[in-house]
């Protein structure tokens, strides 16, 4: 039963979007009071495909509002997806499926990457948009990864 229970465990967790670690960040706004506006650079490694890290840059409000959580970002962000070691992938992929979110206001709006499967062409597509309760944005951006099958690291 312990196992069952932790074998469950072991799929949730690989099910759930993953978690970015911060790289670094540039500041665009200086705010007299408060952090200032910037831009974050953040990685996170796709939790069902082993060896492809995702690189996703967006816009961070500052202020006395940004500083206490309770700023709108806005919609900018980019990514750059990379293969950083040979790719296994961990089970079925979904068309769609979100990889990462990261809320971007106190409510209702959230900035997300997806992951395609272009079947024919042996790739992975991520996208990365915001999505807002009634209102989203057009703006996105997308990376794409080829399924390698004999990788190697370049010198």
């Known amino acids: 039963m312990l196992k069952t229970v932790a074998a469950a465990l072991v799929l ?4 759930l979007p993953a978690r970015a670690e911060e790289i670094g960040s540039v500041s665009t706004v200086f705010k007299m ?3 200032d506006d910037k831009i974050v650079v953040e990685a996170f490694d796709d939790p069902k495909v082993d060896g492809v890290t995702c690189y996703l840059s967006r816009a961070k409000r500052g202020g006395i509002k940004g500083g206490l959580g309770l700023a709108e970002d806005t919609s900018d962000a980019a990514i750059a997806c990379r293969q950083v070691g040979p790719i296994h992938i961990k089970g079925s ?8 979110k990261k809320d ?6 959230t900035m997300q990457v997806v ?6 062409r ?3 597509v991520y996208l990365v948009y915001s999505d807002k309760v009634i209102e989203g944005s057009p703006k996105n951006s997308v990376s794409a990864v080829a399924i390698q099958k004999n990788w ?4």
């Open 12 to 15: 949730l967790a690989a099910a």
């Open 33 to 35: 009071v408060g952090p």
């Open 152 to 155: 190697a690291p370049s010198p």
């Open 104 to 109: 971007t206001s106190l409510l209702f709006k």
């Open 93 to 100: 992929l979904s068309d769609g499926e979100v990889v990462f």
């Open 115 to 120: 992951r395609f499967l272009d079947k024919k």
């Open 122 to 124: 042996d790739v992975l």
